[in-house]
């Protein structure tokens, strides 16, 4: 149980250009999901918070204008890349909670190459 | 400011060994503290949740300790195995509510 897959998997794309990255889970309901990036060895930064039904919640320095976060419905969140930057080049996981317990399950990842 | 702490060092230990990772934190009152996996190009797997009125908790080989006066945990993996090389993460609830996580340990297990 508690299965969270993204797609696409991986994606490469033109400088200029947006990217949509789909997180569901699988077996449960998400009443949380969340959106991380992670740089080549360090820590996952969380990025934003959403909750289904309500807008979401940016961490510190994170652009919400730039990073469009969608949580239309208990299983489905989607983060898009808006006017990608080869900055922008990461490793983007999502996970998600069921509200009732304090652990996140995670997606398998993004990577994401701007070029 | 709060921060978590693990060796940034890959620990190397040979199969059948006990590989022990540690965590340490700052400014972090937390009512529990979790552990993942990380392989290469994955997402984080949630291995163990400890609560802080346990001393220490098991699943299979994996055993974690938590010290709230020390303001430590450690990890074992007892009886390793090359399926076990990984990056291990340590993670916290902070104040707000958020999961924070330790930059990760990797563990290397030679044959």
């Known amino acids: 149980g508690a299965v969270v897959s993204q797609h696409p998997s991986w994606v490469i794309c033109k400088s200029g250009t947006s990217v949509k990255i789909e997180c569901r889970s699988l077996d449960f309901q998400a009443t949380t999901m969340f959106w991380y990036r992670q740089f080549p060895k360090q820590s996952l930064m969380l990025m934003a918070t959403s909750n289904e039904g309500s807008k979401a919640t940016y961490e510190q320095g994170v652009e919400k204008d730039k990073f469009l976060i969608n949580h239309a419905s208990l299983t489905l969140s989607t983060l898009t890349v808006t006017s990608a930057h080869p900055e922008d080049s990461s490793f983007y996981i999502c996970?998600?909670?069921?509200?009732?317990?304090?652990?996140?399950?995670f997606g398998p990842g993004t990577r994401l190459l701007v070029l | 400011s709060q921060k978590i702490e693990q060796n940034s060092e890959a620990l190397n230990i040979q199969e059948g060994k006990t590989a022990t990772l540690t965590c340490n934190y700052t400014?972090?009152?937390?009512?529990?503290l979790q552990w993942y996996r990380q392989d290469p190009g994955r997402g984080p797997v949630f291995l163990l949740l400890?609560?802080?009125?346990?001393k220490e908790k098991r699943k299979e080989r994996l055993k974690v300790t938590f010290d709230t006066t020390l303001k430590q945990s450690l990890f074992h993996i007892t009886a390793s195995q090359p399926a076990d090389s990984a990056t291990y993460l340590c993670?916290?609830?902070?104040?707000?509510?958020?999961?924070?996580f330790g930059a990760g340990t990797q563990v290397v297990v030679t044959p």
């Open positions: 400014n972090y009152s937390p009512a529990y």
């Open positions: 996970s998600a909670s069921s509200g009732r317990e304090e652990t996140q399950y």
């Open positions: 400890i609560r802080e009125n346990e």
């Open positions: 993670a916290l609830t902070d104040s707000w509510g958020k999961l924070q």
